[in-house]
C-alpha cells in the first residue's frame, strides 16, 4: 500500500513563497513518475507539475511556469514543489500524486494565497 503524505500549505500574501512536501512510504517511489495537482474551490482537479523518476523529463502548468519548481529527492522518498510569486489564483489544495497500477493521492495541503 502507497501512502502519499503533504505538508507545507499555509496562508501566505501574493508575492510570497511557499514550499510544499510530499514524502511516500514506499521505495516504488523511486521508479516513479511524481506529480503535483491542486484543485480550486468549484473546479476541476488540474495538473501543476511532473517529475519522471530519473529526473530527466519536467513539466509545468503554463499557469506556473518560472513560478513553481518541481523537484525530488529519491533517498528519501520525497517530491517538493517550490512556490514563488504566489498569487491569489494559486489558492487551492495541493495534492501529490503516484501512479502504480492505480492511482495514489496524499490527503491534499491547503495553500491559501490573499492579496
Known amino acids: 500500500q502507497v501512502q502519499l503524505v503533504e505538508s507545507g500549505g499555509g496562508l501566505v500574501q501574493a508575492g510570497g513563497s511557499l514550499r510544499l512536501s510530499c514524502a511516500a512510504s514506499?521505495?516504488?517511489?523511486?521508479?516513479?513518475?511524481m506529480d503535483w495537482y491542486r484543485q480550486g474551490s468549484g473546479k476541476q482537479r488540474e495538473l501543476v507539475a511532473s517529475i519522471a523518476s530519473n529526473y530527466n523529463i519536467i513539466k509545468y502548468a503554463d499557469s506556473v511556469k518560472g513560478r513553481f519548481t518541481i523537484s525530488r529527492d529519491n533517498a528519501k522518498n520525497t517530491v517538493y514543489l517550490q512556490m514563488n510569486s504566489l498569487k491569489p489564483d494559486d489558492t487551492a489544495i495541493y495534492y501529490c500524486h503516484l501512479y502504480w497500477g492505480t492511482d495514489y493521492w496524499g490527503q491534499g495541503t491547503q495553500v491559501t494565497v490573499f492579496s
Open positions: 514506499t521505495n516504488i517511489f523511486r521508479i516513479s513518475t
